[in-house]
């Protein structure tokens, strides 16, 4: 890429967009039934209109003390929809509870005694990343837009935004300049009141949030700007475009700088690979980088139902290695139990120390506000000191 500028863009959204309201409902949900009970088989989807909100899904076992519905209404008052204005209205939504049981073909798979013989939960593959060019080893254009709508919601919630409705979205352009990165461009789409000074709202944006976001990047502040672009985004929220679990599965992993298996995580509890694993492969990708053996990874884990063992490891280093293939696949084996059941029992997934629904907004990966098992740098030690008895 000598003397090319390459252009990368990826984008985020705020908790108050319609894809990620939904998300964030099936997550709490299935925090009250991990709560209740550790061992519970929870997969909880949202569809979310205006003025209606659909919950269906399969649980195991049925709790009929958890109040769903009352989940529901909670998170949304604390997305900040609480107006009749809006269109979506915790207060006055109606909820269509279509919840049942999980089906028992799938329950045999799952379930055994043997945490270790644990089966996948379903079929799928999944993708980890890391890269170095950021701090958190994530691509440094979505740590960008997953900041600029987390400081917006935030100053939104504070009172300080002036009227920021909750919907909000991000999308970051970083110019690769040889080894140099810039930022090219910053796009941000705010919901906002009726009748407001347009220009006032568009500079506090500029000022208060993109520049300050750039700086604690220590990137420059000389970027294209772009908000609002349509003029008015009044109507927003469910009420402006249906929402939908599992949507945003770019803006919870990499942002698109890394291969994504289709699987969302929203809604599920561990014993699907689709999140455990997922979960797995960033932890293999993060600590093999900050080994020093490569400067970019992405790790590939496929899974039969019904299977403990991965069907498929596959890697690529991006020609970034210092070592073959074989070392890296050699480190993997012997450093990392893929099995479901030992993700799970690893992480503690069943009885986190997090709550999945903190997890559902600005992505599930390089998290320096929660101290994520996953996202731990524990195997370098012991990588370092393995790659030390080759040479």
């Known amino acids: 890429m000598d003397n090319i500028h390459y252009l990368f863009t990826s984008e985020s959204v705020s908790e108050g967009h319609p894809d990620k309201l939904c998300d964030q409902i099936a997550d709490r949900i299935l925090d009250a039934y991990l709560e209740a009970n550790k061992n519970s088989f929870v997969a909880i989807e949202c569809f979310a209109t205006t003025d209606t909100l659909i919950i269906g899904g399969e649980v195991n076992p049925i709790n009929k003390n958890i109040d769903i519905e009352e989940i529901a209404r909670n998170t949304i008052k604390s997305i ?24 028992s073909n799938i329950r045999q798979g799952v379930e055994n005694s043997n945490y270790l013989l644990q089966g996948a939960g379903d079929q799928g593959i999944m993708f980890g ?14 740590s960008i837009a997953h900041k600029l709508v987390r400081t917006a919601t935030k100053l939104r919630k504070e009172g300080k935004f002036k009227h920021a409705r909750p919907d909000m979205k991000s999308q970051v352009t970083i110019d690769y300049f040889n080894d140099e990165k810039r930022i090219d461009t910053i796009l941000m789409s705010v919901q906002h009141d009726e009748d407001i000074d347009i220009d006032e709202f568009k500079e506090y944006i500029k000022n208060e949030i993109m520049i300050p976001v750039a700086k604690s990047f220590n990137l420059n502040t000389d970027f294209k700007v772009l908000i609002n672009p349509t003029g008015k985004f009044v109507i927003g929220g469910p009420a402006g475009d249906t929402g939908l679990t599992g949507r945003k599965i770019i803006v919870d992993t990499y942002g698109g700088s890394a291969r994504h298996g289709g699987g969302a995580f929203s809604g599920k509890d561990p014993s699907k690979v689709d999140r455990s694993a997922a979960y797995m492969a960033r932890y293999i990708a993060k600590n093999i980088v900050a080994s020093g053996i490569c400067s970019r990874m992405e790790i590939q884990l496929s899974y039969a139902i019904g299977v403990a063992k991965p069907i498929s490891i596959n890697f690529s280093t991006f020609k970034t ?14 450093f990392f139990d893929c099995r479901p059941g030992a993700i799970c029992e690893k992480f503690s997934l069943r009885n986190p120390s997090f709550k999945y629904g903190d997890l559902t907004n600005y992505g599930h990966f390089g998290r320096p506000d929660l101290d994520l098992p996953y996202e731990k740098l524990d195997m370098v030690d012991s990588i ?8």
């Open 80 to 103: 900040g929809y609480d107006k009749d204005e809006y269109g979506f209205n915790y207060k006055t939504v109606k909820i269509i509870n279509l919840v049942k049981g999980q089906s």
């Open 129 to 142: 990343y890391a890269s170095d060019e950021s701090e958190g080893y994530m691509p440094l254009p979505i």
């Open 321 to 334: 290695s210092k070592y073959k293939d074989e070392v890296i696949k050699d480190i993997i084996e012997k």
């Open 384 to 391: 370092k000191e393995y790659l030390s008895k080759l040479n």
